[in-house]
Antibody, heavy 115, light 107 residues
């Protein structure tokens, strides 16, 4: 079965770039959409964007100017970069497969923006 | 952006009872509506996709209905493990958005 695991720094300074990687195991990354979602503490989930195995992307307009997603099929990984972060970007970040509903999800990783 | 509003915010019920959760969209999402369950400290789990289709491994006591702007998640007979937060999400257009969640708590 497909499993996803997020990795990356848990602490990022304001104005810097948040970088996360999602490693996919148990299946090929090439044939699905893959997505990033975040959840600030006590708030609703927010869709950040998605990427296909070919590299086609779609981003949330509210974050589009700061977001870049990429895929590395040789490593079965996809990545998220969020530039110029502020404290408002503090959240648990999840990666997930998107075959028409997000499933499965990674366990999530807490990223705190603080100096 | 399509806004999803869930009601009630909190639902207090006992095991064995029937739960009915609502999700209303600010404009039609056709049948592109998804339901998730989230327990504390865990990632959300897919329950229902395309408004009424149960995901793999989801018990038959979970069912979804609706189309357009009004959707319902029904849990026919609550089990102790069903007490959690439930979110709806649309995938009708970008950006995908989520509802604010309904907390299902033990009465």
């Amino acid at each position: 079965q497909v499993q996803l695991q997020e990795s990356g720094p848990g602490l990022v300074k304001p104005s810097e770039t948040l970088s996360l990687t999602c490693t996919v195991s148990g299946g090929s990354i090439s044939s699905y959409y893959w997505t990033w979602i975040r959840q600030p503490a006590g708030k609703r989930l927010e869709w950040i964007g998605r990427i296909y195995g070919s590299g086609d992307t779609a981003y949330n307009p509210s974050l589009k100017s700061r977001v870049t997603m990429s895929v590395d099929t040789s490593k079965n990984q996809f990545s998220l970069k969020l530039r110029s972060v502020t404290v408002a970007d503090t959240a648990v970040y999840y990666c997930a497969r998107d075959p028409g509903g997000f499933d499965p999800w990674g366990q999530g990783t807490l990223v705190t923006v603080s100096s | 952006e399509i806004v999803l509003t869930q009601s009630p915010a909190t639902l207090s019920l006992s095991p064995g009872e029937r739960a009915t959760l609502s999700c209303r969209a600010s404009q039609s999402v056709s049948s592109y509506l998804v339901w998730y369950q989230q327990k504390p400290g865990q990632a959300p789990r897919l329950l229902i996709y395309d408004a009424s289709n149960r995901a793999t491994g989801i018990p038959a006591r979970f069912s979804g209905s609706g189309s357009g702007t009004d959707f319902t998640l029904t849990i026919s007979r609550l089990e102790p493990e069903d007490f959690a937060v439930y979110y709806c999400q649309h995938r009708s257009s970008w950006p995908y958005t989520f509802g604010q969640g309904t907390k299902l708590e033990i009465k």
